[in-house]
Structures are given as C-alpha cells and as structure tokens.
C-alpha cells in the first residue's frame, strides 16, 4: 500500500483509530476504503458489490458505535469486506478465500469484531436478539446493531426474530440496508413495500420535516424529542397504515442515504441511546462508485480476478459445461415436453440455472426469495396439484429446510424433484457452503430417493429419470463448476431407481465411488494400474435405494472395498454401503469408508481441499495402496477413515 494512494487508510489499523476524524477526513477514508477494495479484490476476486455498496454505513458504524465492546452483527457477511478492512485486517485482505487465507464471510475465530459468524443469510437478527437478551441476563453495558439487507428480509427468520424482538422490548437497533437486490434483482411484496417507504412523497416530505424537527431539538433533551417522536408515530400511521416494522414494534427510521456519511452518523449518533427496538433504513446502492459494478449489479455480485479498468474478468473462458448451464438447459428441455413441470429457486436464478427457465419459460418459474423452507412446501403444494415442482437448491442452503423435506413433501409421498447444486467441497466459499452433508440428511428419509451423477450426461438422464419418477421425493445432487467433457446426447434415457454400473475391472480392490468421485476413482486406478495394483471401480449413482445387489457381488469378488464421497463420511454413501454389508452378516471383508471426516473444513481452492482431505487421484490411489498395504492385519474388518 503506498504511502500516497491511501494516506487516510494507511492512519488505520482499528475502527479506535478513526474515532476522532473530523467529517471531511471521515469521507476521505470512505473513498479510499472502496478504492483499496476494488484494487484487492481486482486482484483476488470474492464479493464485490455488496462491499462497494455498504462502505460509507461499515465506517459510520464503527465511528459511532464503540466496537468492538458495541457489537456489530452483520448478516451474511458476504458484505462485510469494509468491515474486516477497518478491523485490523487490512494487510491481509489480499488472501480472503484463499487457502489459510482470511474468510470471505464474518468468523468468530477471526476476529473479535465478528460478533457472529455468518454466510446463510437471514440470522442477523435472530442472532442479535441472542446477545441482547444474555446482555440483560448479565446486566452488560454494550449496544448491540444487527445490519441486515433487503434480500435477506425475504427469509422468514428475520421476521420470526423482529416479532420476538418486539416483544421483548429491549434496546436493539437493527440497520436494513437497502439496495434493492439480493443477488438477483429483490422479489415479491417485500421489496415492493420497501420501495413506497422510500418512494411516497407525501410520507417522505413529513418524515423529513419531523426527522428535522427532532434533530434541532438536541439541547432540549428527550422529553421533547419523545413527543416528536410520538407526533411523529401518529403521522406515520395516517400516511402509512399498517407500517410493518411499527406493527412490529419496532421504531421506524428514515429512509436515509446510505452514502452519506454526515447523514448516517448523525442518525447513528441520535438513535444509540434511545430505548427499545429500532429499525434504521438505510438506502445503498449496490456496486457503488465502480462503474462496472453499478452497471452490471449481478455479475459483480461475487467476482473473478477482473481488469480493474474494463471490470471485464480474467477467468479464461472455454472448457467443457458447467454442470449449473447443462442443469438449465435440461430443465427447459423437459419443461418444453411435460408442461406440468415448473422451477423453483430461492433466490439464486443464475447460481442454479434456471434463469434459462426464467428467460425460456417465464411462466414456469418460480424465485421465491431467500426463503428455501418456504421454497421446498411451496414445492410440496405444487406437487398435491398435479404440477412436478423441480426444487433447485444449492446443497448447503436446502440444510434450512430439513423438516419441510421430511413433514411437507416425503411424509405426504410427494414427487418433488430435488436438485442440489454446489453440492461437496465448493472451494473458496468455505465451511458456510460446502455442501457436504446432503447425502446423509437425504439418506435417512424414508422414500427418498437419492442420486448423485458420475459426469454432466448421466446429469441429464438422472435429472429426466427424476421428472418421470412421480411416486415421491426423489433428489439429484452435483457439484460447483466445469463438467468433465463428455458429449452430450440429443434425449435422455431413464436410469433403472438404485442401479449401479461396473466402469472398470480389477483384480486387487473395488473402489465403489458416487458423484463426482467416480472421475477421481478412475484416475486413482489409473495411478495405481502403474504400480501393478488394478482396481474394480463402480459408479453407484444411487445412494438410496443402494444398489444391494451389486454391493454383494463385489463383496463376494474383493476382500477389500473402499468407498468413496465427497460427503462426510458420517451417515452417507460409505455408511449406507457398511449398513447393507452388516444388514446381511457379510463380514469377512474389509471395507474403508473414504470422505469428508466428521469436522468443518475451511475454504480453500477445491483441488487444495481435496489434495488435504486425500480425496483427489493421488490421495486416494495413496489411501487405496495404503489400505492394501495392512491386508494382513486382519484386526480391524471396518475401519472409517477420518482423518
Ligand atoms: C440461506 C441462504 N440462501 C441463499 C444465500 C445466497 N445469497 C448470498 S447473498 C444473497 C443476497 C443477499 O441479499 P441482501 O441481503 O440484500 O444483501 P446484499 O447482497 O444486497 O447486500 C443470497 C441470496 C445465502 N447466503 N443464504
């Protein structure tokens, strides 16, 4: 950093550090935060627009607040770049996402000024609530601010939290920061009532005058300003009945430019010690003060390394399909052909691919918000109609609706299709995101039917043998990025519900593989053929029903099977395929169940991830030879490896 680019920032290690600026320093700062931002993040790529769009609120908040005793709780995190800048971490920024690099979202261990971690959206204010009531429990002396976007009160917790906030009554200020965008654009009658808060004149006009009023009050202390406010109260309700924070119980102010900073310290200074729960709205704009970002808002949502003149990014195009694109295409393929059939997302049209849908078939689409529960029973709904609602989720946010799963769709035999996205290691996302849990959550629901494909064509024929399954839930789940390059056929082809398939043949071990794996257990016998070692290798494509029969049939060929997933080897493919050899006293064989271990694993570059967890070619034809290596120690029939 060069003493003359950033001669504000380089005066700033810690928001205590800023706290005496004057207000023309306070802007300076705030401009060289976002361009700092952009030069870093040109260089690493990660979240760009959200960071752009909350600069001037991150540096009035910890000039007002006093962080990191006050704390700051922000929701999803993917924001809060600005934040970790100011928060002594500026010198290593240039490493977020990076393997043993800083986080891209909000993590405890990090940093004391990360009051909570975050990277679903939504829990800021459930979370913040938390700290308020065990603040009262323990008679602490701290604010607590939990800022939340507009997309995020799309998800019903934020609404389950006011509602008990409101209750309780306590001071709790909560910041909705507005930008009109989630990652898409906002959905539904939530967007459109924040927009008439900011957009009715009449209310505006009178907000603005009372908002004056109580400010030139200051000297004559909160008796007067309280009665401003109830005055204040009383309009609000003539001029907009029914104002959903209100009712509530939360005080509602602004709305407020978020991008100016005088005016966001003054509201920040008023409202710090007045009592009960508050509710600042805050208006941002996405991207801002980067002309590509503020143009182009979602494709520099979360970003590549990118030329920082053009915001053209450097990631080479080319390369086979990601499996996201060929998902997409599939979907309007047999929507075309069955006309009962309609996408669902939560929120993430272009992260699942059905904006094809969305652009194809407008009609056949569904973005429901960030609101997957609410998603997966509006699915449920759909299917007791008639309709065949494809459910596309990522991995890691359909966790949220878990009971929904079991209670609305598979308790009723609904034919839901599940299709989950990001599903395994998702990289530099992190522990928030990996999508390494679904195989077993899905596993234990009776009815379910769960697959997962060896490459992007058995995608399509798994995804057309899911639509026409019709006799319940049945879900498909694939990973992150590029597919492996195999030709895509014209049509598809029904798989047979819990077949696997033999890929190769072998004299020494069976490595049975699902998903994504299976590429990986090639390469690994292929690894291994050199050193003389040759491997069977199925592609089990079902985890449930498991293919029982075929499992026998190697475990009657093979005294050693190894199991392979990019699960968590606790409850998934490996654990299905020892149940069925315990289920049946087949005991004389030993089995290694090869996956994710039983803890949380950090972000990092997928192969990284892979390499460390022994889950990539040589990882695991290492692991293979290793496991053939003990065959005469006969102590341990079943041995789970976790590292
Ligand atoms: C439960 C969950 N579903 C989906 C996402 C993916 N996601 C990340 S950010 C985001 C949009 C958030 O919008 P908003 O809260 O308005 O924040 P902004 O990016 O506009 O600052 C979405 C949908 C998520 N993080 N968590």
């Not at 009035?60 to 002594?88: C, E, R, S």
């Not at 965008?181 to 009658?189: E, G, H, K, R, T």
């Not at 315990?582 to 169940?593: H, T």
Request: glycine share 10%.
């Amino acid at each position: 950093m060069s003493e003359q680019r950033y001669p504000f920032l380089d005066r700033v290690n810690l928001p205590t550090d800023i706290r005496n600026f004057t207000m023309p320093e306070l802007k300076a700062l705030a401009d060289e935060v976002r361009s700092f931002l952009i030069d870093v993040v040109s260089q690493t790529g990660g979240h760009l627009g959200a960071g752009l769009g909350s600069v001037e609120l991150t540096v009035a908040l910890h000039y007002v607040f006093n962080t990191p005793v006050d704390k700051l709780v922000w929701d999803v995190g993917h924001q809060a770049y600005p934040h970790k800048i100011l928060t002594g971490r500026k010198a290593r920024l240039h490493t977020i996402r990076q393997y043993n690099g800083l986080s891209g979202f909000l993590k405890r261990s990090e940093s004391e000024y990360d009051s909570f971690g975050a990277g679903h959206a939504s829990t800021g204010i459930s979370a913040g609530l938390g700290m308020v009531a065990a603040r009262e429990r323990f008679g602490g002396d701290y604010k607590v601010v939990s800022i939340v976007g507009d997309g995020a009160m799309t998800g019903g917790m934020a609404y389950e939290g006011m509602n008990n906030a409101g209750l309780a009554k306590k001071d709790f200020i909560v910041v909705l920061n507005d930008n009109n965008m989630s990652i898409a654009p906002n959905v539904w009658a939530i967007s459109n009532y924040f927009t008439q808060l900011i957009s009715n004149p009449s209310y505006n006009r009178i907000k603005a005058n009372v908002y004056d009023l109580t400010g030139k009050l200051d000297a004559l202390g909160d008796r007067i300003r309280s009665i401003a406010a109830r005055v204040e109260e009383g309009i609000k309700v003539i001029v907009t009945p029914g104002m959903l924070f209100e009712a509530l119980g939360f005080r509602y102010f602004g709305p407020v430019n978020g991008h100016n900073l005088a005016q966001l310290v003054r509201i920040f200074r008023d409202i710090k010690n007045y009592h009960g729960p508050i509710l600042v709205h805050v208006i941002t704009q996405k991207g801002k003060g980067y002309k590509p970002a503020e143009t182009d808002i979602q494709k520099l949502h979360g970003v590549t390394p990118f030329d920082k003149i053009t915001g053209v990014s450097a990631k080479k195009s080319g390369g086979p399909p990601a499996y996201t694109k060929v998902f997409g295409n599939a979907v309007v393929e047999l929507a075309r052909q069955n006309p009962k059939l309609v996408g669902i997302t939560a929120a993430m049209p272009d992260g699942t691919g059905l904006d094809i849908l969305q652009k194809e078939l407008p009609d056949r689409f569904y973005d429901v918000g960030i609101a997957e529960q609410h998603g997966v029973t509006f699915a449920a709904g759909l299917a007791t109609q008639g309709c065949v609602p494809i459910a596309a989720i990522y991995s890691t946010f359909l966790q949220r609706a878990f009971d929904q799963i079991i209670h609305d769709v598979a308790l009723q035999h609904l034919h839901v299709v599940f299709a989950l996205d990001r599903a395994g290691l998702v990289g530099a996302d992190g522990p928030t995101h990996h999508g390494v849990f679904d195989l077993s959550y899905l596993r234990l629901i009776p009815g379910m039917v769960v697959m997962s494909p060896k490459d992007e064509s058995e995608l399509r024929d798994m995804l057309y043998t899911a639509v026409t399954h019709e006799q319940g839930p049945i879900a498909l789940r694939y990973p992150r990025g590029n597919g492996v390059g195999v030709p895509l056929k014209k049509g598809f082809d029904p798989i047979p519900i819990g077949k696997g398939e033999i890929i190769r043949t072998g004299h020494h071990i069976a490595l049975l593989a699902i998903g994504s794996m299976v590429q990986n257990a090639v390469r690994a016998a292929d690894i291994l053929e050199k050193r003389g070692i040759t491997c069977e290798v199925a592609n089990m494509r079902f985890v449930k029903p498991l293919d029982g029969a075929l499992v026998e049939d190697i475990a009657a060929q093979f005294d050693n099977i190894l199991t392979l997933e990019d699960n968590v080897v606790t409850g998934g493919f490996g654990s299905a395929v020892a149940e069925h050899l315990a289920s049946r006293s087949i005991r004389n064989i030993r089995l290694k169940i090869h996956g994710v271990p039983d803890r949380f694993i950090d972000h990092g570059a997928p192969d990284e991830l892979q390499r460390d967890l022994r889950l990539d070619p040589e990882g695991i034809a290492e692991t293979a030879a290793t496991f053939l290596e003990a065959h005469l120690d006969q102590r341990h029939p079943v041995e789970v490896l976790a590292k």
